[in-house]
T-cell receptor, first 113, second 115 residues
Framework: SQQGEEDPQALSIQEGENATMNCSYK?????LQWYRQNSGRGLVHLIL?????REKHSGRLRVTLDTSKKSSSLLITASRAADTASYFC?????????????FGAGTQVVVTP | DTEVTQTPKHLVMGMTNKKSLKCEQH?????MYWYKQKAKKPPELMFV???????INESVPSRFSPECPNSSLLNLHLHALQPEDSALYLC??????????????FGQGTRLTVV
């Protein structure tokens, strides 16, 4: 079963615009991770934000975490065509269960030139 | 070297065939994973190996048989698969498996088609 739900399912923007996607999860977490997947390829880790952090930046990426609302957002600023991909949030289990990283349904982002 | 290498990239197999998927990492990671991903869906966990021992099997059918010969290698043996097993199979590794406190590194996947 999925831990996270993402919103929107799909997003179409033009180059230079910002893209925001949201992730909601159900149980308590110690961290939340964001991954990118280009069409039919492997996943690339983007950012890991821990439960005691509220915001984290990496280049043009900004991730926020609100544990009271059990939600996270990923903002891509000044988007480029190369940002076209599916973006997934992922959470580990609340208990000490090895390796059960569970992915949300994903947001498909298309950036047009 | 932050790569997870999967071979082959593409595989077409008949329902009576036996084949193997291979995965290799040289990052010293002690946790390795197999995920299955269908089109337009998120990856679904199949197996987790920690310190070369199988720690999680997500009720995967026995026609999928994982093997971890050493800390750098992970295999997935396939036998008598069904057409619905056609999917992208992803291997991943992480430094720490417990509570997933570190990120996972994924390979590029094997696109499997069962005919």
């Amino acid at each position: 079963s999925q831990q996270g739900e993402e919103d929107p399912q799909a997003l179409s923007i033009q180059e230079g615009e910002n893209a925001t996607m949201n992730c909601s999860y159900k149980t308590s977490i110690n961290n939340l991770q964001w991954y990118r997947q280009n069409s039919g390829r492997g996943l690339v880790h983007l950012i890991l934000i821990r439960s005691n952090e509220r915001e984290k930046h990496s280049g043009r990426l900004r991730v926020t975490l609100d544990t009271s609302k059990k939600s996270s957002s990923l903002l891509i600023t000044a988007s480029r065509a190369a940002d076209t991909a599916s973006y997934f949030c992922a959470t580990p289990p609340p208990t000490d269960s090895w390796g059960k990283l569970q992915f949300g349904a994903g947001t498909q982002v298309v950036v047009t030139p | 070297d932050t790569e997870v290498t999967q071979t082959p990239k593409h595989l077409v197999m008949g329902m009576t065939n036996k084949k193997s998927l291979k995965c290799e990492q040289h990052m010293g990671h002690r946790a390795m994973y197999w995920y299955k991903q269908k089109a337009k869906k998120p990856p679904e966990l199949m197996f987790v190996y920690s310190y070369e021992k199988l720690s999680i099997n997500e009720s995967v059918p026995s026609r999928f048989s994982p093997e971890c010969p050493n800390s750098s290698l992970l295999n997935l043996h396939l036998h008598a698969l069904q057409p619905e097993d056609s999917a992208l199979y992803l291997c991943a590794s992480s430094q720490s498996g417990a509570r997933m406190n570190t990120e996972a590194f994924f390979g590029q996947g094997t696109r499997l088609t069962v005919v």
